[in-house]
Each structure stands twice: as C-alpha cells, then as structure tokens.
T-cell receptor, first 113, second 115 residues
C-alpha cells in the first residue's frame, strides 16, 4: 500500500527558478493538502483541495500555486523560488468523514539558494 | 481564528517511565476534533491518537492516552511505559467539525527518551 507519495524527496533550486512538487495518493481520498514545516513554526497550510478541480488558499499561500486535475494527484508549484521558501513540504490526504485523520507523505526538503 | 499552543518545546523521560505532553487550544466552536501526531527522525507524520470533542470519554490507544478537558480547552497526551522508539517530535492539532477543512497544528514538542 503506497498511501501518499511525494516526489521528489529532495531538491535544490536557485532563486527565481520554478518547480512542481507532485503528490499522489491511492486511497481515493477526496481531500488533499499541502503544508510546509519550518523549525519552531509547526506545520502551516499552504493550499488545499476538497475535490477534483477545486482548490482553496490556506494560511500561507503567497508564492505558490496548486492544481488538482485528477482526484489522486495534487500539484504544488513555485513559479519563482525565493530563499524564504526553503522548507520541508508535506502533502496529506483524507476522506470526507468528519473524524478521519490526515495521511501524510514523507515530505520534500526544498532548499532555495 | 483557532490556535493551538504547545508550551513546552522539549521534554525528556526515562525509558519505562510515564510522561505527559501538554496542549491547549483556543476556539469558540463546540464541536471539533483533536489529534496528536508523532514525527520521528524519519520525518514521517504518524497519527498517535484522536479525540472527538462531543465524547466525554478520553481516548486511549495502547500506551497512549489523553486527558481532554473541554472547559479548560486542554488536550494532553500521556505516554506510559516510554520506549526508545517514542523519541520524536509530537504535534497537537485541531480541526473544526464541518465547514472548514483545515487542520491547525501546534509548533511541536521534542521528546527525548533516555535509556
């Protein structure tokens, strides 16, 4: 059972470069999320999606875009990377039942120089 | 806006002993869900335990149990018979029931288990 898979696991970008992080889940979950984790800050929500073709802003959406063209995939894009976007990025998913927990991927460590 | 506070950034416990991790939250809602997640050095986020606010009974999962005090808005995690594998970052999290789909996390607490 793959669960939630994030690619890549590590990436180094130069300021101004762009990239896309891919999240794929095989649990048929409706809801998907992108979080970033920074030391001393916990996890902060970037964007989320409650279904195919829908996305919404979270707590820290600036500098990021997302797309959910297929139910199983949730893409996070950085159009022009900045050093402030150096972080560990987590994708998560869950089904719509009220009490259901998040299932997380293993994270992507992104460094922007 | 809902907030989750973990006031102790670090704690340590001796193997086989019991430790309690504190968490408080601020909300005006009456129905919500609370979670504890564990993040070992592997970086994976693992669900430890969850509590529905409408349930008065405290949740338990093997060696893990919670002390949920709704009036005080407190949700502490007790780990009994601590094991070396319990060493990790622990995050408390809150989610409103219905409407908002967002899980709000505390800043985390690092637990060290000493042999």
């Amino acid at each position: 059972n793959a669960g939630v898979t994030q690619t890549p696991k590590f990436r180094v970008l130069k300021t101004g470069q762009s990239m896309t992080l891919l999240c794929a889940q095989d649990m048929n979950h409706e809801y998907m999320y992108w979080y970033r984790q920074d030391p001393g800050m916990g996890l902060r929500l970037i964007h989320y999606s409650v279904g195919e073709g829908t996305t919404a802003k979270g707590e820290v959406p600036d500098g990021y875009n997302v797309s959910r063209l297929k139910k199983q995939n949730f893409l996070l894009g950085l159009e022009s990377a900045a050093p402030s976007q150096t972080s560990v990025y987590f994708c998560a998913s869950r089904d719509p039942m009220e009490h259901s927990p998040l299932h997380f991927g293993n994270g992507t460590r992104l460094t922007v120089t | 806006a809902q907030t989750v506070t973990q006031s102790q950034p670090e704690m340590s416990v001796q193997e086989a002993e019991t430790v309690t991790l504190s968490c408080t939250y601020d909300t005006s809602e009456s129905d919500y869900y609370l979670f504890w997640y564990k993040q070992p050095p592997s970086r994976q986020m693992i669900l430890v335990i969850r509590q529905e606010a409408y349930k008065q009974q405290n949740a338990t999962e093997n060696r893990f149990s919670v002390n949920f005090q709704k009036a005080a808005k407190s949700f502490s995690l007790k780990i009994s018979d601590s094991q070396l594998g319990d060493a990790a970052m622990y995050f408390c999290a809150y989610r409103t029931q219905g409407g908002s789909e967002k899980l709000v996390f505390g800043k985390g607490m690092k637990l060290t288990v000493n042999p």
